[in-house]
């Protein structure tokens, strides 16, 4: 596309100092967010800046709020607001679109890019003499990840296309009102759980929560991984697989922990703490559950576990190492 000498000039003057504004926000901004977040940023390119030139939108094409802008994607609604805190640290917040959170000029029928973006300038460091970057006002983006995954699969369907095409705008607009629709579950999926039509258990929960339950109990929470979630769906494919059930399996640690083992065992792992104290206290168990010609679920058994003479030679039920 030809651009105009005129505006080519205006953005040949701005692009210098723009990657200097550019350089010190982004190192800002990367020691701030969260490591699973996702940061990128842009210096607009000549032709996009034409053409946003060309709408007669800005009287002043040498002030364009996003001829430098970044975007920071968060994982779920609830952490955006988490984002802009930080971004006040570093940076003086000049406006915002959407102005208010709780208001929107959005029709209940219609879905248009309304993410939240903030435009800023640099927070002057006391004690240094200014700097031309701290009078810039640019664009920072905060969006979730499903927002984010609607944007870059679905942007140039919309806004920056070859093609002029109803149908395609419109199925990108139906997968943002989907999308919408899953944040919402995401971010009150607490709320939502304690509905009468999801409050319900199987028979696998109740067994989970209450071995979670004896976990937490039993152990010191500085003896327990940060996954007790997982911690607890191991243990207990170890006493479904055995056919123990929860009351056996407090019954089978309190003995052992009795006699000096169990929980105060040191150098075993509480899933193999609960392996050996089966073993100690259910040997017949363990030893019929070996016995199975092929059973469904292995058992883990390390070169740590004493086996107390199981003999373990014909068994495909395990994993010894």
């Known amino acids: 596309m030809k651009i105009l000498n005129s505006i080519d000039k205006i953005y040949l003057d701005q692009f210098s100092i723009n990657t200097k504004l550019k350089e010190k926000v982004d190192f800002l901004i990367k020691k701030e967010i969260k490591s699973s977040w996702f940061f990128d ?11 946003k030139i060309e709408t007669g939108r800005f009287e002043d094409p040498t002030k364009l709020e996003d001829f430098y802008g970044c975007l920071i994607v968060v994982e779920n609604t609830n952490e955006i607001e988490v984002a802009v805190t930080k971004i006040h640290k570093f940076f003086t917040e000049i406006s915002r679109r959407p102005k208010e959170k709780d208001f929107t000029h959005k029709n209940t029928d219609s879905f248009p890019f309304d993410d939240l973006r903030l435009y800023v300038k640099l927070k002057k460091e006391e004690f240094l003499p200014p700097e031309p970057i701290d009078d810039i006002t640019f664009e920072i983006q905060i969006k979730t990840f499903l927002q984010h995954a609607w944007a870059i699969t679905t942007h140039d369907l919309i806004y920056k296309s070859d093609k002029i095409s109803w149908s395609r705008e419109r199925v990108a607009f139906q997968i ?4 919408e629709q899953a944040e919402v579950s995401i971010s009150g999926v607490d709320r939502l759980a304690e509905l009468p039509e999801l409050t319900k258990e199987n028979s696998k929960f109740k067994l989970l929560k209450e071995i979670q339950k004896i976990v937490t109990d039993l152990w010191p929470k500085a ?3 940060i996954d007790v979630l997982r911690l607890s769906q191991n243990i207990y494919e170890l006493i479904y697989a055995l056919r123990l059930n929860s009351d056996e399996l407090f019954t089978i640690l309190n003995l052992e922990t009795n006699v000096g083992r169990g929980v ?3 150098d075993l792992s509480p899933y193999n703490i609960v392996v050996q104290s089966i073993i100690n206290q259910k040997a017949a168990t363990i030893k019929d559950y070996l016995k199975f010609k092929k059973g469904k679920f292995k058992i883990f058994l390390p070169n740590e576990i004493d086996l ?3 003999d373990i030679s014909d068994s495909n039920n395990l994993i010894r190492i």
Do not use: Q, V
Not at 41 to 51: H, Y
């Open 223 to 225: 003896d327990l991984p």
């Open 264 to 266: 105060l065992i040191r």
């Open 308 to 310: 107390n003479g199981i």
């Open 176 to 179: 943002k009102a989907m999308l």
């Open 41 to 51: 940023s842009r210096i607009k390119k000549p032709e996009s800046f034409a053409l």
